[in-house]
């Protein structure tokens, strides 16, 4: 339903140089030696307008967090003119 296109050089370059990056917790939150990490599933639900949830959507894609094609096809709601979107994924939670 949504086209996505792979964000512009310019988008988000200027205006935040880690736009591609997640930032990382502080040296020595995660001693992988001594804490396993354990798989968990977190549901994403987003709501709004379809151009909102497309923004969205893309601007996760643009921080590396999800793919667009991993997002459900939209569903109308009981409110006319907002959808809903839902996105499952899995973490590593130490």
Do not use: C
């Amino acid at each position: 339903m949504f086209e996505y296109l792979e964000p512009e050089a310019n988008d988000n370059q200027e205006s935040n140089p880690v736009a591609g990056s997640l930032p990382l917790p502080p040296s020595g939150a995660n001693n992988r030696a001594s804490q396993p990490l354990n798989p968990e599933k977190v549901r994403h639900m987003l709501f709004g307008s379809l151009a909102g949830i497309d923004r969205t959507i893309k601007i996760l894609h643009a921080l590396g967090y999800a793919d667009p094609n991993d997002w459900s096809e939209p569903m109308p709601t009981e409110k006319p003119g907002q959808w809903m979107v839902i996105l499952t994924k899995t973490l590593l939670i130490a």
